[in-house]
């Protein structure tokens, strides 16, 4: 668990929160000189059959930590807008005429990024031995959908950054009933070289 977000976080807005329980075994919630441990699972339980059980102090430490950390998360975003907007609407929207324009492409909140996974497919050749290997790739890149023509379905920044959030918070919640491909975690936030705030470009979209 994480018991203190930092100021360009804002996972709780996207199904998730510092103290989310979802999907995991166990939780590890720090108590400073130790940690309290709650079980999410039959798996989870097996692994921690052995532990002594946590006294009524240390469950108060743990529910005050997670109160906390969730009050600290105040700048979010919406999207259910977002949900109810047609593609074509929001692919076509002017606003991204406005947020690609300081955009460098350098590809940092990629990098940082805990959730993209974008690939190459490349064979590498040694004599007559090969093999094909999936490489990391980013989408921010120009190089990436470049076709063997020499055809690019996205030549321009414009295309790239719509590409970008449209992935995220349109395509795939409406693959994966709804579940936005952003976790909130705020690195692009803190590392992005001319400050694009996600948060900033997913408020207009939900506009």
């Avoid at 059980?53 to 906390?68: G, P």
């Avoid at 790739?137 to 790239?160: A, I, Q």
């Avoid at 959030?165 to 070289?193: A, L, N, T, W």
Wanted: hydrophobic share 35%.
């Amino acid at each position: 668990a994480c018991n203190d977000p930092c100021s360009t976080c804002f996972c709780s807005f996207v199904n998730c929160g510092p103290h989310h329980e979802e999907g995991l075994d166990l939780l590890l919630v720090d108590l400073g000189q130790g940690y309290l441990v709650r079980v999410l699972s039959e798996k989870g339980a097996a692994l921690a059959a052995e532990l002594p059980d946590a006294d009524k102090a240390e469950e108060q430490a743990a529910e005050e930590a997670r109160t906390k950390a969730g009050e600290m998360i105040t700048n979010g975003v919406g999207t259910e807008r977002i949900a109810e907007k047609e593609v074509l609407e929001l692919f076509n929207d002017a606003m991204w005429d406005r947020v690609y324009e300081s955009c460098l492409n350098c590809g940092t909140c990629t990098f940082v990024c805990p959730t993209c996974h974008c690939f190459d497919i490349q064979d590498e050749v040694k004599g007559e031995d090969g093999r094909r290997v999936r490489n990391w790739d980013y989408c921010m890149s120009w190089l990436f959908t470049v076709h063997g023509t020499g055809h690019n379905p996205r030549p321009s920044k414009k295309e790239r950054v719509r590409q970008r959030f449209m992935h995220k918070f349109k395509y795939i919640p409406m693959k994966r009933d709804g579940e936005i491909g952003c976790v909130g975690c705020g690195r692009c936030v803190q590392q992005c070289p001319v400050n694009i705030d996600v948060r900033e470009v997913v408020n207009q979209m939900n506009a």
